[in-house]
């Protein structure tokens, strides 16, 4: 009996300095590999020495500051700055990090930081893009688009919106190339209303008078949208206004386009700068009354239905105003 116990406590204590011995040499090799910046390698190494001591504080530690890397890396990826940024200078600011990632996680600030600058700077040009298109300044549009592409790296995170912006220029580039047709009004049947486009001019005495009907003939024609409110469905009812806030939209674009011909270059000058904060009051007004139904289903109908509304005032307070 003495002999069996002798035995198995042998093969414990030889077992147990096996274990060790492997734990040991796999938190050297994940230390090591720390330093020389092989990161893959450490976070391996690590895992293989918690296979072996699953709760010890060290190697807990040392797999949670990898695995932290791996995260904030991640999110640079992704592109989401503000995220990363928040990550590194969150294990930056601990009293223990594990030697190695310090000066990584150092440089990864310094260039999120430099990134969100590019990204800031990328950001502002695109909005400004946006409303050169809608006060219709096409021709600026179309020039900061070309600044930007020069800069293709910084444009990833905005390519698909830049893409939009190109085709929504190309648009509206045509609608004010196109001449317009001047023809007398067609006579239409009620269901028959969508026929009133904004290219039908009648012939009247200047085009102040031409625009006015035009604009009272889109007015009519919104009739054809009736049916989408009738039940009262919010879809349908977005639908209807969506495709309200883009007749008016098409009439304010054409509207300027004329207003560029008619008004001396000093004249057009004040017009854009009135345009572009008619454009923020509409914005904002759309989004102060849309904050009513926030987190709703109707709250996006009602920016657009505001839109719609503001853009329908600007089109005849333009042709009122400025057109002869």
């Not at 096996?18 to 990161?39: H, I, P, R, V, W």
């Not at 020039?143 to 190109?166: C, G, M, N, V, W």
């Not at 495709?243 to 304010?252: Q, S």
Request: net charge negative; glycine share 4%; charged share 30%.
């Amino acid at each position: 009996m003495m002999k069996k116990t002798v035995i198995l406590l042998l093969l414990v204590f030889l077992l147990t300095g096996c274990s060790n011995s492997t734990f040991d040499q796999a938190m050297e090799q994940s230390k090591l590999a720390l330093a020389n910046g092989e990161y893959d390698k450490a976070l391996s190494s690590v895992d293989l020495a918690l296979d072996e001591k699953p709760s010890d504080k060290e190697a807990l530690e040392m797999k949670e500051d990898l695995t932290g890397f791996y995260s904030v890396k991640q999110e640079m990826k992704d592109g989401k700055w503000d995220v990363a940024l928040e990550k590194a200078e969150e294990m930056l600011g601990q009293d223990k990090l594990a030697t190695g990632l310090r000066k990584s996680l150092e440089d990864m600030v310094d260039t999120v930081k430099t990134n969100q600058q590019v990204s800031a700077k990328v950001a502002a040009h695109v909005k400004d893009i946006e409303t050169s298109v809608e006060a219709g300044e096409l021709e600026e549009a179309q020039q900061t688009i070309e600044e930007l592409r020069k800069d293709q790296a910084s444009l990833d995170e905005f390519s698909d919106k830049l893409a939009s912006l190109e085709k929504r220029l190309e648009d509206e580039l045509k609608k004010q190339q196109a001449p317009p047709v001047m023809v007398q009004p067609p006579v239409v049947q009620q269901d028959q209303s969508t026929a009133l486009q904004l290219d039908v001019i009648p012939k009247q005495s200047g085009q102040q008078q031409q625009y006015r009907n035009k604009l009272d003939a889109i007015e009519a024609g919104l009739t054809d949208l009736n049916h989408l409110y009738a039940n009262g469905i919010t879809s349908q009812m977005s639908e209807a206004e969506n495709e309200r806030y883009t007749r008016w939209d098409n009439a304010l674009n054409e509207i300027y386009g004329v207003l560029k011909k008619q008004l001396s270059a000093q004249d057009m000058e004040q017009l854009r700068i009135k345009q572009r904060e008619w454009i923020k009051y509409r914005d904002h007004t759309a989004s102060v009354n849309a904050a009513e139904f926030a987190g709703g289903s109707f709250e996006p109908v009602t920016y657009i239905g505001t839109s719609a509304d503001l853009t329908k005032e600007r089109c005849y307070a333009l042709v009122n105003l400025y057109m002869n």
